[in-house]
């Protein structure tokens, strides 16, 4: 067979691949699409190679607290979109809620970000990688700007202005 067919067919199959490859990690939103899970090693390199200002938020289904401040990040995070803000939804529903009821819930709910589900049970190994002094306690927020080292963990449901202050502490931190 000659050299160019050769190299051409492993360049389909790469392409194809490479194609298959982007459309399964694109695959972050909940609507009609799966659920990505998240062991803490996945955790961890998401929060260490966050690439843009990123918020990750810690909820759950059963946390009213979390249901309530999630469409107002969403939508704040949208009006900071020009400066590349990114919102996390990080599911610590127990293993029974993965992925049906969540996806469900999420999709009821509106929530269009990115949503993973971490799947650990033990926050005595996860909540240390996100921020040493939490005790696991949700709703939790960790706002990370990697190219600034900018880190800073919120235990507790953040109110729509509280958020949008923190969001700007976020992005000036870039300037």
Request: aromatic content about 14%.
């Amino acid at each position: 067979m000659p050299k160019s067919v050769i190299n051409g067919d492993f360049t389909m199959k790469t392409i194809l691949l490479s194609i298959s490859f982007i459309f399964l990690v694109g695959m972050g939103s909940v609507h009609g699409q799966e659920l990505p899970k998240w062991k803490l090693k996945d955790l961890e390199a998401a929060i260490k190679n966050a690439d843009r200002p990123t918020v990750f938020n810690f909820w759950a289904t059963f946390c009213k607290p979390c249901v309530a401040e999630i469409p107002y990040f969403q939508q704040l995070v949208n009006k900071y979109d020009s400066a590349g803000v990114r919102l996390v939804l990080i599911s610590l529903d127990l293993p029974e809620f993965y992925p049906k009821k969540i996806k469900s819930f999420a999709a009821q709910h509106g929530f269009k970000s990115s949503i993973t589900w971490l799947d650990e049970t033990n926050a005595d190994l996860f909540c240390p990688v996100v921020d040493p002094g939490w005790s696991g306690a949700i709703p939790a927020s960790l706002f990370v700007n990697n190219a600034t080292h900018y880190r800073k963990f919120f235990e507790d449901q953040l109110h729509r202005d509280e958020f949008e202050k923190e969001l700007k502490a976020l992005i000036a931190s870039q300037h």
